[in-house]
């Protein structure tokens, strides 16, 4: 059963903890005694338990007519792609305690990983405006992908998260690549601002709006969550299968200076891939091709460190 305290005062922040992420259970008392200790005025207050109730639970708070300025969310990306839906484009800033196996996100902000640092950083951090990803009407904070993305995240187990932690992702990206089945794919520009390509033998098309995915995997030099467009990039599988040279492509945003690597950077794209394919989106299978991605300039609220330069607040 899932549990929960509240203030019955009006206040301005509201708690929620995903306890089923990789640390959330044992951290949970322990954050709520911090942000208590740095003054942080909690109102409700909520360790959940069933991670389907998070996004029900989010609702909830910002319908309730309490009034909450701030939104303090614990979990890792998946947490916070679940219910980023519910936070764009609103009047809500998101304090965000990094409690899972990546945590993309929350380094793509320079927000600590350790719980103390994370609370002093709702505490004493700054607002700034993020952009989110938006696949058709689905928003998004890392990373979009089709392809080894998706066997990754198949392969990836409940398991091996919990006991391997981060090292589960490039576990899983092994186990995808030696059983991947090259794809074709479309990619289409709405906005005029490339001309429409085609891509055969891929490995990966990957739609990101952050700097890192996968567990600190880099999308592309220069990406950011501030800059108001999508970095897109199609990776041709070689003729022989190379699995150091794949590893060396998806660890650091070098790989896209390779001639199997084509790289664009937009506002708009339609995907279109041959087969049909599942779309990755944060981590979780919500979509299909063809799809639709677009930019959302600004759409969340976050607090970060005084000194993170990943974004600004737009006034």
Not at 1 to 14: I, K, P, V
Not at 27 to 36: H, I, P, S, W, Y
Not at 208 to 218: E, I, L, Q, R
Request: hydrophobic letters at 40%; proline letters at 4%.
């Amino acid at each position: 059963m899932d549990y929960s305290t509240e203030d019955r005062g009006q206040g301005r922040a509201a708690l929620i903890v995903n306890t089923r992420s990789r640390s959330g259970e044992r951290v949970f008392f322990r954050a709520l005694d911090r942000l208590q200790e740095l003054k942080v005025p909690l109102g409700a207050t909520y360790a959940i338990r069933d991670p389907a109730r998070l996004a029900e639970t989010v609702r909830e708070v910002l319908e309730d007519g309490s009034g909450y300025e701030t939104l303090i969310l614990g979990g890792g990306d998946g947490t916070v792609s679940s219910v980023v839906d519910f936070l764009a484009h609103r009047d809500v800033t998101l304090g965000l305690l990094p409690l899972g196996t990546a945590n993309d996100f929350a380094r793509t902000l320079e927000i600590p990983p350790d719980v103390d640092g994370a609370c002093d950083t709702i505490a004493n951090g700054k607002v700034v405006d993020v952009d989110l990803g938006l696949a058709g009407r689905n928003y998004y904070v890392n990373v979009a992908s089709v392809g080894l993305g998706v066997g990754a995240t198949q392969a990836l187990t409940p398991w091996a998260k919990r006991n391997i932690g981060a090292l589960a992702y490039p576990v899983a990206a092994i186990k995808a690549f030696m059983t991947h089945e090259p794809f074709s794919a479309r990619l289409l520009f709405p906005d005029g601002d490339h001309e429409p390509v085609e891509h055969e033998r891929l490995l990966q098309v990957a739609i990101g709006n952050g700097k890192f995915y996968g567990g600190g995997m880099v999308v592309a030099p220069g990406s950011g969550i501030d800059d108001k467009s999508l970095d897109v990039y199609a990776i041709r599988l070689g003729r022989h299968r190379d699995l150091f040279g794949a590893a060396r492509y998806l660890k650091s945003g070098d790989f896209i200076r390779n001639e199997s690597v084509s790289q664009y950077r937009t506002t708009r794209v339609r995907l279109e891939t041959d087969p049909e394919l599942s779309v990755n989106i944060d981590g979780e299978l919500v979509a299909t091709t063809p799809q639709d991605f677009s930019v959302a300039n600004d759409a969340l609220k976050v607090l970060v460190p005084q000194g993170s330069a990943a974004a600004r607040r737009d006034l």
